[in-house]
């Protein structure tokens, strides 16, 4: 399995972007896929995540109600959606994939990652 992260830039506190997660070679070994981000000097921590079904998704608290995760079946794409952006959303933001529905929100539990993809919101 392998994870393709794209779609980071540069924008402005308030602006909009869309993160890009293709997945190749997916199989019953990818069940669900997270989003995470880590800023300079802190620990990878945990932003999105939802099963390929797309039957239910998972957020961590600061981004509810801004961001929003999705997924394409047929295009093996993960999508986060960044709205109303903030300097403190600055990081690297990774892709991930495990084998196990359950518990999603710690690093360890996923077994594939995405290079990353570089967010930058200038104040």
């Known amino acids: 399995v392998q994870l393709q992260a794209s779609g980071g830039g540069l924008v402005q506190a308030g602006g909009s972007l869309r993160l890009a997660c293709i997945v190749s070679?997916?199989?019953?070994?990818?069940?669900?896929m997270g989003w995470f981000r880590q800023a300079p000097g802190k620990e990878r921590e945990f932003v999105a995540a939802?099963?390929?079904?797309?039957?239910?998704?998972y957020y961590a608290d600061f981004v509810k109600g801004r961001f929003s995760i999705s997924e394409d079946n047929a295009k093996n794409t993960v999508y986060l959606q960044m709205n109303s952006l903030k300097p403190e959303a600055t990081a690297v933001y990774y892709c991930?994939?495990?084998?196990?529905?359950?518990?999603?929100?710690?690093?360890?539990?996923?077994?594939?990652w995405g290079q990353g993809t570089q967010v930058t919101v200038s104040s």
């Open positions: 991930a994939s495990k084998r196990y529905s359950g518990s999603y929100n710690s690093p360890n539990l996923y077994d594939y």
């Open positions: 070679g997916r199989t019953s070994s990818s069940i669900f």
């Open positions: 939802l099963p390929w079904s797309g039957a239910y998704t």
